[in-house]
């Protein structure tokens, strides 16, 4: 253990002005630190205070305006030029509605009549004649009599699978 009454009077005088210089930079930087911040809400305050003047000598301005033109508009005035203001902001885009209206028509006139060919096309598509019933008959007939699926075939003038199809939907093979 370390005894006070050991330590030399000069070291402890030291460390105490070591201790008393550290705390003074210490409080020195506080002090500058809070300084900054005091300044920079300084400034932003003084700026809040010259907006709000500029405001309030807006609204001063305006209410001036406003008594001073008072006496030359009627509500009905106030009203038309309202309506006229309205007026003249929707009426572009009642144009460009009607433009996609007419563009929407056009491309449903294309739709329909594309729907039209391609319905026209499906009713020329012919059934092959191998799915007749007189060509089916034949084709079981000559089945069960042990004709090879490519002899039957070769002799309606109908392909081999078109053959196995007709087989396998009457459920001979």
């Known amino acids: ?20 210089l550290y705390l003074l930079y210490f409080v020195f930087t ?4 809070s300084t900054k911040n005091i300044r920079s809400v300084a400034s ?18 305006t209410k ?3 008594a001073a033109n008072k006496d030359r508009m009627s ?3 106030i009203y038309q030029e309202i ?19 007419e563009t929407l028509d056009t491309i449903d ?9 391609l319905e026209s096309g499906v009713k020329q598509i012919t059934i092959p004649s191998s799915i007749h019933a007189n060509d089916d008959e034949k084709i079981i007939s000559l089945f069960k009599q042990g004709v090879s699926l490519e002899t039957i075939s070769k002799e309606l003038h109908i392909s ?5 199809f007709v087989l396998k939907i009457n459920k001979i093979k």
């Open 64 to 66: 001036k305006i406003v």
């Open 160 to 164: 081999k699978p078109e053959v196995e």
């Open 75 to 77: 509500d009905d005035e």
């Open 44 to 61: 932003v305050v003084e700026e809040l205070n010259r907006d709000i003047y500029y405001l309030k000598k807006g609204v001063d301005e």
């Open 83 to 101: 309506e006229r203001s309205v007026y003249d902001l929707i009426q572009p885009l009642s144009l460009n509605l009607r433009r996609v209206q």
């Open 109 to 117: 006139a294309q739709i329909d009549s594309r729907i039209s060919h």
């Open 1 to 20: 253990m370390i005894s006070f009454d050991s330590i030399p009077l000069e070291y402890v005088v030291i460390a105490l002005a070591a201790l008393n």
């Open 30 to 33: 506080k002090d500058t630190q």
